[in-house]
């Protein structure tokens, strides 16, 4: 049995993660539930991110230039795919929309490791996140703090667009009948292009945010990409609050498990989505829906 | 009728094809930068190819969890020989491909309840899991992130005349023998009775669920031989670079299986393997050229997504395409002009003066089991949704050999009662009895092997499959019961299936046009044909719905004289809007109005029925305050 | 324009022998009808005569293989729904397609976002004074007539200048269809300009001014609502009805 302070540790690591998990996953899910895409791409672009931010931080100390470089080259990236190549796929059928997109995880890899060679880049904490930060009888490390801070305002940042703006209010209709939003006189196709951007800046900023604490490679996101499709299993296909609050579990599961059994940290995710499979198939917060 | 046996020497052409081509591989291809090994493990790939192929390109289920399957069946045949608890590499590398068809069956059991994106991301998921638990909880058996090194070869003889199957030469041969029985065994696969259930239900899955399959068992089993293919090239990959590596668990063995399946050509079974030789071809060679070493992957990746964009049927699919279409090409001219002067008639039938009552008699399983006098019965079904009561409390019962109508305003809940007879829809309560055997619960291919088959208001048909091979599969479903795995039968050698097919094929007048793939047929052949298949499960209910839609007042006719000659064997229900046609045809007639039942009797009595009319006027004429 | 050249009386809506296949299946042949300005013309036929797929084809929804749609004098066949809509046309599904996760009230903003004279809330309130009780309300908890009545409401809010009513009256109980009516009246009464398809024929006759009748996707029956009613043998034969 660990000690109280280690537990506790490891539910603020829990926190952390799942955090990042809630942001990469929401990028997913609302890429999933408009367009009805599943991103393979999506690891591809988690690395993006932190190599967006590995260069930056190279010639600027800012860490904040560093977030808004991000957010541009992103929505460049998310825009032009969408454009050249996400479009041509909307008709096709599902199976097709992965390849391509699994085709497009491959190229944006190579290419990095092409750019920056296959080797571990680190990436420096930002200065006014450095050291640690006593929390009553804990130390926990600055930035993992920031970390989650930083989150949970870009989560509450997409909370409002998705839910207190025309634009949310277009995406959420159009996750549940695109076909409808047409016939109301909105362009679903531009709305399309916009989530598509909107889901690749989330998980570039997730990916850059993420570069301070682990060695930056070109195949990161890889499992990433796999624990946040445990997310969206867990929260139910195309639900923004099911994304978050699956995010938030799957981080808690992995930590705390690792707390009593590093070696079984991970497997404990995927058992549990084995489970929710069978006793709850269409996810937490999910309806049958699209799929 | 024409009726082309495949059989003899022509038939084995691709299997012919394959052993020569792996006969002079060795010979030829080291010119064009091939060594022995690069074969060897082209063969490797090719071999778990196999199985996947029989899971995605003829199942259309796409799976990101391969890796899993490959390292399981690696890391038990290493174990077991490493660790020295088995001798032999052929007993551990049968228990190494077991294993992983035993792990198959688990993942699978899971993964199969779902369909599409959800399918893909299980799988893909359980690949990640596999890789966890091979690298920590298990790492004390398989060496973690380091695998197992020392992997034994295969030795074949005992004693002193055993010859160790070394690296190089022995060790191609031993793959490529290993390679053809594999590809031997996978296209008896396909060709067989499961393989057709297989590929039908790629193209429409509901309706394979409707004639009677049972469509998660069949996709289970297709599961599973994809992970006993896996497994065992998995168990070979160990022996062969005498090291069992960590990677063969991790989600990049999966992508590049789906890749080199895509390039090589999904679906034609050696897709893979030519796949697999672009792959490793493309690495080991473009490395050697300066500056282009590490883009190898990216000039790939680049590749592949052309290939999805604009050549979705890769290398292998596009040439049989092209063979086949040109080998083709009259056949389908002739069968789309017959369509074209078809439809410029505007009917789907050959002109008949006078109908002949055509003889029904059909080789077919016997009809009515039981000896009730009612054939099917509703008892107070009804359906809700939230609040609206689709169906409220219908009962009503089909006298056995009659032709029964259910008519009703739209709205009535006409096609929702419809869906419960045969439990494709469970109602919220009441129950449907056939021959007072409970339908209800059972589930909508249960219920087709009780004997309720549909025709439906909407085609539901395998489109790309010829008109022979739609009415196999329907035919097929009763005659095997829900789920059979006879792997290594011709899907054409059951002599009683294949007698009705004709007869039916005869009855549908559908004989000429028996071999034309069925998106080609006219609409009204089409109409006439998803008839057929519920008629080819025969069935002791038959259940028509709108089987009149769309036709031509020609084709009205020769339709109702068809149902006429079907209820001379069996008992019909049949919802339909033309209501001159359900005059003539029926001899008792339920009467639907919002969810109730408002009135069931003859023809005459329901011509006569006040309430009948006034529903047909409309709501607002019966409740409207005088 | 052209067309309007010297025609005093021109039609809002032309639809111009068109054809429309759905599936596979052919649905209507060489199908025409006109819709003047402020008038209310009911599609009635049987099951399957067409009627659904006509307003789908004027939505844009299903794309006719051949012949033209014009509004307003301007060709808009082949025009995606979206386009269609911001010119005026709004069709009201049968299956009314309410966004179930929004409320009533983010419902009506969705469809008021892209249309230049968009209604303010309170003046759909006054039409459908049950819509504001249950503004705040997920559409998936609404009965079946108050979705009907908010699929009407997102037609209105628009301005839409043609509405396509595609059975409005389907599956309600007859109390919420005699206060359906009463709306479609009133909206008749105004000037508003519809289209109507619906099983119940007496309850479209009500605020018709014209009628349609269709049968196997051709157009066999054009005139008033007394020029039917003054023929039962044409109520039976395309309606179905009295036998």
Excluded at chain 1, 157 to 184: D, F, K, Q
Excluded at chain 2, 556 to 562: D, E, I, K, L
Aim: glycine residues 12%; proline residues 4%.
């Amino acid at each position: 049995m660990p000690s109280w302070p280690a537990l506790v540790s490891q539910a603020f690591n829990g926190l952390a993660l799942g955090a990042l998990l809630a942001l990469v996953s929401s990028g997913l899910t609302i890429i999933l539930g408009t367009l009805g895409v599943l991103n393979f791409a999506h690891g591809a672009l988690f690395a993006v991110g932190a190599y967006v931010a590995f260069v930056i931080l190279q010639y600027t100390s800012s860490f904040v230039l560093a977030l808004l470089g991000c957010c541009g080259v992103m929505l460049l990236l998310g825009i032009l795919l969408e454009r050249v190549i996400i479009r041509l796929f909307y008709d096709r059928p599902d199976e097709d929309q992965i390849l391509v997109t699994y085709g497009i995880g491959i190229v944006l890899v190579e290419c990095l490791r092409a750019a920056f060679g296959g080797n571990a880049q680190r990436v420096p904490v930002p200065s006014w996140g450095r050291g640690a930060t006593q929390l009553g009888f804990l130390i926990y490390p600055t930035y993992r703090l920031q970390l989650i801070a930083i989150i949970a305002m870009l989560l509450l940042g997409l909370y409002l667009v998705l839910y207190r703006t025309s634009v949310g209010l277009v995406v959420r209709a159009g996750i549940e009948n695109p076909a409808m939003v047409g016939i109301l006189g909105i362009n679903v196709r531009r709305a399309f292009l916009l989530v598509f951007a909107v889901g690749v800046v989330a998980v570039g900023l997730a990916g850059m945010l993420y570069a301070p604490v682990v060695a930056v490679t070109p195949d990161m996101g890889a499992n990433f990409m796999a624990q946040s499709f445990v997310v969206i299993v867990l929260g139910g296909l195309g639900s923004f609050p099911g994304a978050v609050v699956g995010g938030l579990i799957a981080g808690e599961i992995i930590s705390l498990t690792s707390a009593f059994n590093s070696s079984y940290s991970e497997v404990m995710l995927y058992a549990l989505m084995a489970l929710l499979l069978v006793l709850r198939p269409q996810g937490l917060f999910g309806s049958e829906g699209r799929v | 009728m024409k009726r082309v046996r495949p059989g003899g020497l022509r038939a084995c052409l691709p299997e012919f094809a394959v052993l020569v081509t792996l006969v002079a591989a060795p010979v030829v291809l080291p010119h064009a930068g091939f060594s022995t090994d690069l074969l060897t493990r082209v063969l490797n790939w090719g071999l778990i190819g196999l199985g996947f192929d029989i899971l995605f390109g003829l199942t259309g289920l796409l799976s990101f969890g391969q890796a899993a399957f490959y390292g399981a069946g690696g890391f038990v045949t290493a174990y077991l020989l490493v660790s020295g608890t088995l001798g032999s590499v052929w007993l551990a590398l049968a228990a190494g491909t077991l294993a992983a068809g035993v792990f198959g069956l688990m993942v699978g059991w899971l993964a199969v309840r779902r369909i599409g994106i959800y399918f893909t991301m299980i799988t893909l998921a359980f690949g990640q899991m596999a890789y966890f638990v091979e690298n920590s909880p298990l790492s004390k058996y398989t060496g973690g992130e380091n695998g197992l090194p020392g992997v034994p070869v295969p030795v074949i003889g005992f004693g002193q005349h055993a010859i160790r199957i070394s690296a190089g030469m022995p060790m191609y041969v031993l793959f490529a023998g290993i390679f053809f029985i594999g590809y031997v065994l996978a296209r008896r696969i396909v060709r067989s009775p499961v393989g057709a259930v297989l590929k039908a239900i790629k193209q429409n899955t509901g309706r394979v669920a409707m004639l009677g399959h049972n469509v998660p068992a069949y996709k289970l089993a297709a599961f599973v031989i994809a992970a006993l293919y896996a497994g065992l090239a998995g168990g070979l990959l160990g022996s062969f670079q005498s090291y069992m590596p960590p990677d063969a668990f991790s989600l990049e063995t999966s992508g590049q299986l789906v890749v080199q399946t895509i390039v090589g050509g999904a679906g034609t079974l050696i897709g893979p393997a030519v796949g697999a030789a672009v792959w490793l071809w493309l690495r080991d060679n473009l490395q050697l050229i300066p500056g282009l070493a590490t883009l190898w992957k990216l000039v790939l990746g680049i590749a592949f997504i052309v290939l999805v964009i604009g050549l979705r049927r890769g290398i292998c699919g596009e040439i049989f395409h092209w063979w086949n279409e040109r080998r083709d090409l009259a056949a389908l001219r002739a069968a789309e002009a017959r369509t074209a002067a078809i439809e410029a008639t505007g009917d789907g039938v050959a002109v008949e003066p006078e109908h002949q009552a055509v003889d029904v008699t059909l080789p077919l399983a016997a009809p009515a089991t039981g000896n009730s006098d009612i054939a099917l019965e509703a008892r107070s079904l009804a359906r809700h949704y939230g609040g609206l009561k689709a169906v409220d409390g219908v009962s009503f019962k089909v006298r056995r050999g009659s032709i029964h109508a259910v008519i009703g305003p739209n709205g009535a809940g006409k096609s929702t009662l419809f869906k419960m007879l045969l439990d494709e829809v469970s109602p919220s309560s009441g129950e449907v009895l056939l021959f007072g055997d409970r339908v209800t619960g059972a589930g909508v291919s249960r219920a087709a092997q009780l004997g309720i088959a549909k025709s439906n208001q909407l085609n539901q048909l395998f489109l790309n499959l010829p008109v022979r091979s739609n009415l196999r599969i329907a035919a097929l479903a009763r005659r095997r019961g829900p789920l059979r795995l006879d792997l290594l039968r011709p899907a054409d050698s059951l002599p009683e299936v294949e007698q009705q097919v004709d007869a039916i094929l005869k009855l549908l007048d559908l004989a000429e046009r028996a071999d034309t793939a069925v998106h080609i047929l006219a609409y009204g052949e089409k109409r006439r044909l998803e008839i057929g298949m519920a008629l080819a499960t025969s069935p002791n209910v038959l259940l028509l719905d709108e089987p009149l839609a769309g036709m031509s007042p020609h084709e009205r006719v020769a339709t109702c004289a068809f149902i006429r000659d079907i209820a001379r064997t069996r008992t019909i229900v049949i919802v339909e809007h033309d209501l001159d046609a359900i005059f003539g045809l029926a001899e008792r007639i339920t009467v639907l109005y919002e969810g109730r039942l408002l009135a069931d009797g003859s023809p005459d009595e329901i011509r006569r029925n006040q309430a009948v009319q006034d529903a047909y006027l409309g709501g607002l004429h019966a409740h409207e305050p005088a | 324009m052209p067309i309007s050249g010297g025609c005093t009386r021109m039609s809002l809506l032309e639809v111009d022998r068109i054809n429309t296949l759905y599936g596979d299946s052919h649905v209507l042949f060489d199908l025409s009808l006109r819709v003047k300005q402020g008038e209310v013309v009911a599609l009635l036929g049987r099951n399957g005569a067409g009627k659904t797929t006509t307003l789908r084809s004027i939505m844009g929804v299903l794309a006719p293989r051949s012949g033209q749609i014009r509004f307003d004098g301007k060709s808009i066949g082949g025009l995606p729904p979206s386009a269609i809509a911001g010119m005026g046309v709004q069709l009201v599904p049968e299956e009314r397609a309410i966004f179930g996760g929004l409320t009533v009230e983010e419902n009506l903003r969705v469809a008021a976002l892209t249309a230049p004279n968009a209604w303010p809330f309170d003046r759909i309130y006054q039409v459908f004074p049950r819509l504001k009780e249950r503004r705040k309300s997920a559409g998936r908890t609404l009965s079946g007539g108050e979705q009907q009545m908010l699929a009407i409401a997102r037609a209105l809010i628009r301005d839409a200048r043609i509405i396509l009513l595609d059975e409005p009256f389907e599956g309600l109980a007859p109390l919420i269809v005699r206060d359906l009516v009463e709306v479609a009246r009133n909206l008749a009464a105004e000037g508003r300009t519809m289209i109507v398809v619906e099983q119940n024929v007496t309850a479209a006759l009500s605020f018709a001014n014209r009628v349609y009748g269709l049968n196997n996707g051709h157009v066999v029956f054009e005139g008033t609502p007394a020029d039917l009613s003054a023929n039962p043998g044409l109520m039976r034969d395309f309606l179905g009805v009295g036998v």
